[in-house]
């Protein structure tokens, strides 16, 4: 498991990586959290569930980071650790789970920059050599 | 005049600084950037090391949608982004156009409000370091922020509905201010209930709020008059002191913008309208989602307005605290938005047509006579207010009859970014660029020292050379250059 960014002119480009599908998106989670604030100072001492679906697993990754995003302004949370399982039913990939974190703290989290949306661009979800990418740009 | 083939682009420079890229296959008009070489050397790099996602591609993109005027534009401070360019401008006919998410983005009605002191720079020079912490302590910037004015849910949709004399109503300001904003600072139209639930519950905390990334508040004098007859008329002198404020319309103008690149997906489809880009997709003007979707943005546009207007009444407020001013001596310059669409009647083919302009990082800049310009400046073309780095300086330009010909009555909108945020956080260290630019007497405050990092001045584009371009083109010419002396960054 692990989170790396990727150039990008004027916003930030994110990857997760995972060995399941669940693990890209959960890493890439916290690669955006890593912009908004120093993600080892969040602790996980509450969570929110989280419930999003899409027609495809791309459309679904993007899903799931603006839910993400969403939560941070509707909870005034920040979160760290993602537990979600993704699952396809029908013609339609439902992603479940929660994420951990607590209420934002300006002395504690050493916040960075606001994440305003995940964005389509250079969006990509894909397994390679049995390994899990999920990728995007985030307008900051 | 020189012609540049790269890939499947034709440039050609058809006038000094403007330069065309030919019309091929279905797009319906050509493209149109405003540039020095050096600009357009930096698109076409991009093209050349096979980046498919670059400027030069999604100005012709823009060139395909239905109903698009003349050119599918991009100003000096272009860089790619999201389906339409950064600095991107797409007049479309009201009756048969599109209305494009991209050509709004996702910050709707961000923009600047500028308004002037009735102090000169050595007032501020002594008490620098006293406004810097004043500004920091009582303007609400950076993530999870809470507004100063406090509403209740349904409190929300009269703000989308009145925009900035909502906060007025709330004794935010003046009713002189509301003069000096575009569209009195009220876009009609807007239609709250077009705006989801999640995305007003993100909002009612933070009517108020500054935001972070490129968002700012500075105290900036005025160095340089190149203009003195509309220096005169906009109200501007030598030194003298300004508040400049960049922010837009926060989370309800981010969730709106994520909700409606759904709608506007599924519009694509359904009206046949080629998706060459995720962000680019569109409806047509009349139609459902069309409308909705411009309801929606219209409501977002006012969010901008009312936040704007309490910001810079807080900043006001904060003024008075530290010099010995009234707050009624600041007056506000102008208000504009620089991600918007607006419908406005320009001349196409020597007839006056009712067009959506889109402008993506493009500010408007009309020219003399316009009726949407207040009165006071109505002989001279409105205030384009622009943007440069927290380091080096903003410009003040006065909108012209050549613009209004040539690019819908749109200039640029800031410097423009050069370099990529990971790789100016590479490069430059926040404190360190801290102590630089308090060196050349420049004091900032920001939230983080990365946030500092990634504005470095060194990461955009030349401000200079963005303006001159406007300036030697005469989209808009250029009336006073000013220089920062204390930044609040979020």
Known sequence: MVYKYFEHQADVGIIGVGKTLEESFQEAARAMFQIMASLNSIEGKKSVSISVKSEDLEGLFIEWLNELIAQVGLKNMLFSRFDIKIEKKQDKYILKGKAYGEKINSEKHKLKTEVKAASYSQLKVKKENNKYTARCVVDV | ?490
Request: with cysteine.
């Open chain 2, 1 to 490: 005049m020189s012609e540049i083939k790269v890939k499947d682009f034709t440039l050609e420079e058809v006038k000094k600084l403007v330069w065309e890229i030919k019309k091929v296959d279905d797009m319906l008009v050509p493209g149109r950037v405003y540039g020095s070489k050096n600009i357009i050397d930096h698109l076409i790099e991009d093209v050349k090391l096979g980046k498919d996602w670059n400027a030069l591609r999604q100005i012709k993109n823009v060139a395909y949608l239905p109903g698009i005027q003349n050119y599918s534009l991009a100003l000096s401070d272009v860089h790619p982004g999201y389906g339409f360019p950064i600095g991107g401008v797409g007049a479309f006919d009201a009756e048969k156009g599109v209305v494009s998410f991209a050509g709004v983005g996702f910050d709707a009605n961000c923009g600047v409000r500028t308004m002037i002191t009735p102090l000169v720079k050595e007032d501020v020079l002594k008490k620098q370091k006293i406004i810097l912490e004043k500004f920091f302590k009582e303007v609400p910037a950076g993530l999870g922020s809470t507004g100063d004015l406090k509403l209740s849910m349904s409190e929300i949709d009269e703000v989308l509905v009145k925009g900035a004399e909502f906060a007025f109503e709330r004794g935010y300001g003046f009713k002189e201010d509301l003069r000096y904003i575009e569209e009195g600072g009220i876009v009609k139209g807007a239609n709250p209930a077009n705006v989801s639930n999640k995305a007003k519950q993100r909002q009612f905390k933070e009517v108020g709020t500054l935001g972070s990334g490129n968002h700012y508040l500075e105290l900036q004098y005025v160095d340089e008059i190149l203009d003195p007859k509309i220096a005169k008329v906009y109200g501007l002198k030598k030194n003298q002191v300004l508040i400049s404020l960049h922010t837009g319309s926060r989370a309800l103008g981010h969730q709106t913008g994520t909700d409606y690149l759904k709608v506007l997906s599924d519009a694509s489809r359904k009206y046949n309208i080629p998706i060459r880009e995720r962000e680019l997709v569109c409806a047509p003007i009349n139609s459902d989602e069309g409308q909705k979707y411009i309801s929606a943005e219209f409501a977002a546009f006012n969010c901008a307005f009312a936040n704007r207007q309490v910001l810079a009444h807080l900043a006001r407020k904060a003024m008075i605290k530290v010099f010995d001013i009234d707050e009624k001596e600041i007056k506000t310059l102008y208000d504009i938005g620089h991600n918007t669409c607006k419908f406005e009647k320009h001349k196409v083919n020597g007839k006056m047509k009712k067009l959506l302009i889109h402008r993506k990082g493009s500010t408007r800049a009309f020219g003399p006579g316009r009726e949407e310009i207040p009165e006071k400046y109505r002989k001279v073309g409105q205030p384009v207010l622009i943007g440069g780095t927290m380091g080096t300086c903003s410009y003040i330009l006065h909108g012209t009859d050549k613009g209004m010909e040539d690019t819908f009555g749109s200039s640029a909108h800031g410097a423009g970014r050069r370099m990529s945020r990971h790789e100016a956080k590479r490069t430059y260290r926040g404190e360190k660029l801290i102590n630089e630019l308090s060196r050349k007497g420049i004091l900032i405050k920001g939230h983080g020292w990365g946030g500092i990092a990634e504005e470095a001045p060194g990461a955009y584009k030349d401000a200079d050379e963005v303006v001159n371009v406007m300036h030697q083109t005469g989209i808009s010419k250029i009336v006073v250059k000013t220089k920062p002396m204390v930044c609040i960054k979020g």
